[in-house]
């Protein structure tokens, strides 16, 4: 019998932070989609009464609502990457270990 080289608790922590990640884009998505709306509307209602200097703290918002996108995507790309590597490795581990996988003094 080998030991396992693929810690499982290290691979549910991998697709728990893959989830973690996920829900948070989605949920900073949403956020940005929703303040871009409000701007929007506070673009033709400004353009309607030729007023335009309110806007600035709606554009800065957006900035910041992006930024977080985009801070937010890379972290969910590097999980993604995590967890795949995890899986990858434990998809092999288990295809050695198989019976007749390899000659078994290979395994020690």
Known sequence: MTAA???LPAYEASLAELEEA?????GARNRLMALRET???ALEQAY?????GPLEHLF????TA???CEALAARLAGA??????????????RALAAPGALPRHRLH
Do not use: I, N
């Open 66 to 68: 992006l930024a977080a």
């Open 39 to 41: 701007l929007d509307q």
């Open 22 to 26: 996920r829900l948070e884009l989605a």
């Open 60 to 63: 800065r918002q957006e900035e």
């Open 5 to 7: 080289l693929v810690s």
């Open 80 to 93: 993604e990457e995590r967890w795949c590597l995890m899986r990858a490795a434990l998809a092999l581990e």
């Open 48 to 52: 309607r009464q030729q007023s335009f």
